[in-house]
């Protein structure tokens, strides 16, 4: 489930890039201060990076008495900033935003964590998906549960613990009675058990229900699947009516990688649908080799100056696949 997208955007901030060194910092009770009495500075949110166990524990008790509109915008600042600046960590902070009263808050910090890998942080998502009282909490806590299982499908977590994540999202997946946008996101991060029989069913049963949304959703399950069975069904979902099919079949296509998906991503590739037009670009890029270089080059002869950068970026990605010693078709 995307994050919540009617809250105020962050505020610009010219000084957002002047942020000090941890011994440079303003003390913390100053930082704290100027969040609570607004608005919500980037340069303010980026000082909280890595605070100690009493730092987060003074954040935690002016946090209580912050307004929630605050809140989820210190969060929001907190996620943009650990995404465009790695060196920043807001975890210890994120994660007594999961225990907010807001479900936006939590929704919000649940999104914000996606980077986070330890166990401890894959208990809580299981709880919340379990136990949250907010259906977009909920779903949020399946989406965020799917890189836990592509940790499995790559044997990077134990056996016992991807069975468990499993069984969580596929519970979670075929329940009637769970709210829409939880089952969607669910089988969408269980499409990275695509080798279960279970869960191949389940991607069956969403893809044949004859609803869009749990359509696209399977689609969005097969290509994290990586399984070559379904590329059949993706080509025809290329030329569907619905550009927002024709777009998760691309996607789906350049996660599976097989070569035979780009004549037809080539199509697509001159799509009305700008999004669907980028969704087959970047797939034929992922695909890579010999011919989808040879497929971004047409491309490119013709290609609206809009979708330079991303053909430059997909012939990138596809040339640095190439064997280099030639072999490569």
């Not at 989406?143 to 836990?148: C, E, S, W």
């Not at 997946?173 to 769970?178: F, G, K, M, T, Y």
């Not at 270089?293 to 696949?321: K, M, T």
């Amino acid at each position: 489930m995307p994050t919540p997208t009617y809250l105020e955007p962050l505020p610009n901030d010219d000084d957002a890039e002047d942020t000090a060194s941890p011994a440079e910092r303003p003390p913390l009770v100053e930082t704290l201060a100027a969040l609570a009495a607004g608005p919500v500075r980037p340069v303010d949110v980026a000082n909280l990076s890595d605070l100690d166990r009493a730092g987060a524990a003074a954040f935690a008790e002016t946090w209580r008495r912050l307004d929630e509109p605050v809140r989820a915008a210190i969060v929001r600042a907190m996620d943009e900033l650990a995404e465009d600046r790695v060196e920043l960590n807001f975890g210890r902070l994120l994660r007594i935003a999961l225990d907010d009263p807001s479900p936006v808050v939590r929704q919000l910090a649940v999104a914000a964590l996606w980077e986070d890998e330890r166990a401890d942080m894959l208990d809580r998502l299981r709880q919340l998906l379990s136990n949250d009282a907010s259906e977009d909490v909920r779903a949020e806590a399946a989406k965020g549960l799917g890189r836990f299982a592509e940790l499995a499908a790559e044997g990077a977590i134990s056996e016992q613990v991807a069975a468990q994540v499993r069984a969580d999202l596929l519970t979670a997946a075929v329940d009637p009675a769970e709210a829409y946008g939880v089952r969607r996101r669910a089988l969408e991060a269980a499409g990275a058990f695509g080798a279960d029989e279970q869960v191949r069913s389940a991607i069956d049963d969403f893809y044949d229900s004859g609803d869009q949304g749990f359509r696209g959703s399977a689609i969005f399950a097969m290509g994290k699947s990586c399984d070559p069975r379904w590329l059949a069904r993706l080509l025809d979902e290329l030329d569907s009516d619905e550009a927002e099919l024709r777009f998760e079949a691309a996607n789906a296509c350049g996660l599976i990688g097989d070569a035979d998906a780009i004549p037809v991503l080539l199509r697509l590739a001159d799509d009305e649908d700008a999004e669907a037009r980028h969704a087959a670009i970047d797939a034929i890029g992922r695909i890579g080799g010999q011919a989808a270089v040879r497929a971004l080059q047409a491309i490119a002869e013709n290609a609206d100056p809009a979708d330079a950068e991303e053909i430059d970026e997909a012939l990138a990605e596809a040339n640095a696949s190439i064997d280099p010693l030639g072999t490569d078709a």
